[in-house]
């Protein structure tokens, strides 16, 4: 067999073609030189950052605004914050803030502090609305003040969640009067021992379960004990409700009772199965 032509050792060792090839040594230098720059670039980049958002004076609180107010009002809010005007828009510790707001204002249900670039810092309010009132000291209206100071008014606000959380010289409109009224030896048991801040919840969930006609036309919710709830109408009229228990079911078979018996002065839904009225 024959071996390789001499022209067929020639094209093995003929050199192939496209640009040179840097030299090794020079490929190890670059690529620490290349690391190094960006490394370099990253630091300045960061400190540059870091220097806009604390040490310039481009991002500093400069205004505070607030929404949401009803009651209270906005220089209230403000000043209840007590946000750092002047300091880095960055530093500033919202959940901080929200914490300080409902201390100071228990009026405040709830509250979102909100940073706006490049200067502003937002103060969205909800604030709690009556669902009761109670004198103050009295009927499950604690004395004092729940807002602080020694100004306490003389009605005691109760919101949906049975928190006392402001007092006022002048019962809003339209808001029911809560009345503790353990007259009986039972009832006074079941005050020790559920106490007078379980009870005053009970009133609440009754208040927010009557139907909305109901509701528009309750004057007082009174609470004997824990199963013994009522509700005073307008006109006189009255409402055995029994226990917080079957809100729901209780308030459907009151509407079709008072349907029933339109001229009733007296309603009993304690036990919603078996309903009454009487007094027409």
Request: hydrophobic share 35%; proline share 2%.
């Given at each position: 067999m024959a071996g390789p032509t001499t022209a067929d050792r020639g094209e093995r060792h003929k050199p192939k073609s496209g640009p040179p090839r840097p030299p090794r040594g020079r490929l190890r230098l670059r690529r620490p030189r290349l690391l190094v720059v960006t490394g370099v670039a990253l630091l300045l980049l960061g400190a540059g950052t870091v220097w806009l958002l604390y040490g310039s004076q481009w991002l500093r609180v400069e205004r505070v605004t607030t929404s949401g107010t009803g009651i209270l009002t906005p220089a209230q809010v403000r000043a209840a914050a007590a946000v750092p005007v002047g300091a880095p828009l960055i530093s500033v510790d919202t959940g901080v803030i929200e914490d300080r707001l409902r201390r100071k204002l228990p009026r405040i249900d709830s509250v979102e502090v909100t940073r706006s670039w490049p200067h502003?810092?937002?103060?969205?309010?909800?604030?709690?609305?009556?669902?009761?009132?109670?004198?103050n000291g009295k009927n499950g209206g604690k004395g004092g003040n729940p807002e602080g100071g020694t100004n306490a008014g003389k009605f005691v606000e109760i919101d949906a969640k049975g928190v006392r959380f402001a007092t006022v010289q002048k019962a809003p409109r339209g808001v029911p009067r809560l009345e503790l009224t353990p007259d009986r030896s039972g009832a006074a048991a079941s005050l020790r021992r559920f106490g007078p801040d379980r009870l005053v919840r009970e009133a609440v969930r009754v208040a927010g379960d009557l139907p909305p006609a109901v509701a528009r036309d309750t004057?007082?919710?009174?609470?004997?004990?824990?199963?013994?709830?009522?509700?005073?109408?307008?006109?006189?009229?009255?409402?055995?409700?029994?226990?917080?228990?079957?809100?729901?079911t209780k308030a459907t078979t009151l509407t079709a009772l008072m349907k029933a018996a339109p001229k009733a002065r007296h309603f009993d839904v304690s036990v919603p199965t078996a309903p009454a009225s009487s007094g027409s």
């Open positions: 502003t810092i937002g103060l969205k309010v909800t604030e709690r609305r009556p669902v009761l009132i109670a004198e004057r007082a919710v009174r609470v004997r004990s824990y199963d013994d709830v009522s509700v005073e109408l307008s006109g006189g009229r009255t409402v055995a409700w029994g226990s917080g228990e079957k809100g729901d």
